[in-house]
Nanobody, 125 residues
Framework: VQLQASGGGLVQAGGSLRLACAAS????????MGWFRQSPGKEREFVAGMRLSGGHTVYANSVKDRFTISRDYAKTTVYLQMISLKPEDTAVYYC???????????????????WGQGTLVTVSS
């Protein structure tokens, strides 16, 4: 499985960005897809996740009501729509996937087997 994340960039506080994660190779229709982020000096943290079978979603409290995870079934692509961005959202964003559609694993890095290369989001104040 290969994951290609894109869509990062520089945006002012209050602005919006949409990240995309394109999956190729063997994809998992019944697994999990997630977005994580990592800032310098900090551990990788969960942002949003989706259980592909059923479409159940989970969000970190810090992004709830501002970020939305969605998928394009035809393109095997998962998106992260981000609005009302804040400087503290600045990080490298990673997408990840797992063939196991375990709901309780959505929010932890260890619940994922494949990772994309990351895309940098910078929010200026």
């Amino acid at each position: 499985v290969q994951l290609q994340a894109s869509g990062g960039g520089l945006v002012q506080a209050g602005g919006s960005l949409r990240l995309a994660c394109a999956a190729s190779g063997r994809t998992f229709s019944g697994g999990n897809m997630g977005w994580f982020r990592q800032s310098p000096g900090k551990e990788r943290e969960f942002v949003a996740g989706m259980r592909l079978s059923g479409g159940h979603t989970v969000y970190a409290n810090s992004v709830k009501d501002r970020f939305t995870i969605s998928r394009d079934y035809a393109k095997t692509t998962v998106y992260l729509q981000m609005i009302s961005l804040k400087p503290e959202d600045t990080a490298v964003y990673y997408c990840a996937t797992s063939p196991r559609g375990i709901y309780s694993s959505l929010g932890v890095p260890s619940g994922y087997d494949y990772w994309g290369q990351g895309t940098l989001v910078t929010v200026s104040s």
